[in-house]
């Protein structure tokens, strides 16, 4: 079992920037590739990005392309998301999402594919 804490959320205007945090605990030692998908109101919940366990390999929906960046740290058990040139349909509840992997370089863009995940943390972009 893991556990996964968001935080770094918040208000901010459109332009602007944020980095989330994603903090993983309990099995830990483990293989995990992680992602984040995110929830607008009255939305299904959507993908943003994945990283595979070695950090090597990421993969970013369209929508976020080129603005958000997904990283890890795995001596802090901690994956990362930049998000850059934020614009209101940013907004939305963003969620952290871990798997068991024996692939170090594998990544996984399907909520199907997780059956770990976090709270989620509020992400609203002002106009």
């Known amino acids: 079992q893991v556990q996964l804490v968001e935080s770094g959320g918040g208000l901010v205007q459109a332009g602007g920037s944020l980095r989330l945090s994603c903090a993983a605990s309990?099995?830990?030692?483990?293989?995990?590739?992680m992602a984040w998908f995110r929830q607008a109101p009255g939305k299904d919940r959507e993908f943003v990005a994945a990283?595979?366990?070695?950090?090597?390999?990421?993969y970013y929906a369209d929508s976020v392309k080129g603005r958000f960046t997904i990283s890890k740290d795995n001596a802090k058990n901690t994956v990362y998301l930049e998000m850059n040139s934020l614009k209101p349909e940013d907004t939305a509840v963003y969620s952290c999402?871990?798997?068991?992997?024996?692939?170090?370089?594998?990544?996984?863009?399907?909520?199907?594919?997780?059956?770990?995940w976090g709270q989620g943390t509020q992400v609203t972009v002002s106009s």
């Open positions: 309990g099995r830990t030692f483990v293989k995990y590739a």
């Open positions: 999402a871990a798997r068991l992997t024996y692939r170090s370089s594998n990544y996984y863009y399907t909520q199907g594919d997780y059956n770990y």
């Open positions: 990283i595979s366990w070695s950090g090597g390999n990421t």
